[in-house]
């Protein structure tokens, strides 16, 4: 895999003196930096909203209308999930037993997704190059939607803004397909390799996992229910396209918003300190809705969960004044919009500017 060096600049003890500043207020709180009662008590939640409805669909004789709404809570619950549940788990913060990371972690696979290219292109590649056109995975170009303005511009990219939501319904689906292509892609690479990974066997286990993901959401309900098979499908896709689109957004307001640089390497080196790098790419935002930002699973606090990703979210709005704090000692910029519906304007008329130019001094 092409990788890209991180030339420190002359604020290189900024990583430095945060890592310090933030092991000292664990160390002075005498707080675990993994998850507390709140992960669990949350991680029931979630995992409740997903299933319960799901089982009453499948034991009781509901009326439509009932049926739709419990498909709706699941999607909600679906998004919550992989938000809350599965994103700390991937990234083994969610517990200190590694047995119940990798348990949690495999809850991607009742969102239709693979643990190991989740992990390949979240943990590795969009952590490690974030907003790096050819690198990060997460701005490369998802089908009409341009995401990088180092892409090629289309005339059909500028009406992105406005049609990019319909494309963002489809992530969880698309996700079933694409992870196939992306593993194919890592194979390729070597990738699957470097991770200590048979090829073949990830292929097999990508097919079961696909197969079983399909039997279980859409299989059960058509042998063990009355209703119409149309039905059963259209709920399907009521639960896939509510959860895409509660993520696709969450995780575009962290990094596709007016402001945010887009870097490019020179020679293979990014001019600053990759944690000054993630400062400059990413965003926060609503830091002070406390449950969206439980419900996201801390998400809004993107800059804190991209320093620490090894940090349980529940802990991110303890150390967000931390990073802050010391990010402007340095006379660096921290990125934060005050509530989610700005965060959304900027996202949006981020889109515009994607689709109209080629740069974003423009």
């Known amino acids: 895999m092409n990788t890209v060096r991180f030339v420190s600049n002359d ?13 000292d207020f664990f160390k002075e709180k005498n707080l675990s930096t993994k998850g507390n009662l709140n992960m669990t008590i949350k991680s029931i939640v979630m995992l409740t909203l997903y299933f319960v409805p799901f089982i009453l669909v499948l034991t009781l004789s509901l009326p439509v209308w009932l049926f739709f709404l419990f498909y709706i809570i699941m999607g909600i619950g679906m998004a919550g999930v992989g938000m809350s549940v599965m994103h ?19 809850t991607i696979y009742l969102l239709g997704g693979s643990v190991f290219t989740w992990k390949v292109q979240h943990n590795i590649k969009h952590h490690t190059f974030t907003n790096i056109s050819g690198y990060d995975e997460d701005i490369a170009n998802k089908g009409l939607i ?78 063990f229910t009355s209703y119409s098979w149309w039905i059963i499908l259209f709920g399907f896709l009521l639960v896939n396209f509510i959860a895409g689109a509660i993520m696709s957004i969450v995780f575009q307001m962290a990094h596709i918003v007016e402001g945010i640089e887009q870097p490019l390497p020179n ?55 931390i990073v802050e704090k010391t990010a402007k000692e340095f006379g660096l910029k921290y990125n934060v919009t005050p509530t989610f519906f700005r965060a959304l304007i900027l996202h949006i008329r981020m889109l515009k500017q994607l689709g109209t130019q080629t740069s974003a001094n423009q």
């Open 146 to 223: 341009r995401l990088s303005f180092h892409k090629p511009l289309k005339k059909m990219h500028r009406f992105q803004h406005i049609y990019a939501f319909g494309f963002y319904i489809l992530m969880t689906l698309n996700k079933i397909a694409v992870d196939f292509k992306q593993l194919f892609e890592y194979n390729k690479e070597g990738i699957t390799n470097q991770q200590q990974r048979e090829p073949r066997s990830e292929l097999i286990k990508m097919i079961v996992q696909k197969v079983m993901y399909l039997f279980i959401f859409l299989g059960l309900p058509i042998l």
């Open 88 to 106: 700390d788990a991937a990234h083994d913060s969610l517990s200190q037993k590694k047995w119940l990371n990798n348990l949690m972690g495999k």
């Open 11 to 23: 604020k290189k003890q900024f990583a430095t003196t945060l890592k310090k500043n933030v092991n």
């Open 267 to 321: 020679e293979g080196v990014i001019e600053n300190q990759w944690a000054i790098h993630e400062l400059v790419t990413t965003s926060n935002f609503s830091k002070n809705n406390q449950l969206l930002s439980w419900y996201i699973g801390g998400l809004n606090y993107q800059i804190e969960h991209h320093l620490f990703p090894n940090i349980c979210h529940v802990h991110y709005h303890k150390i967000s004044p």
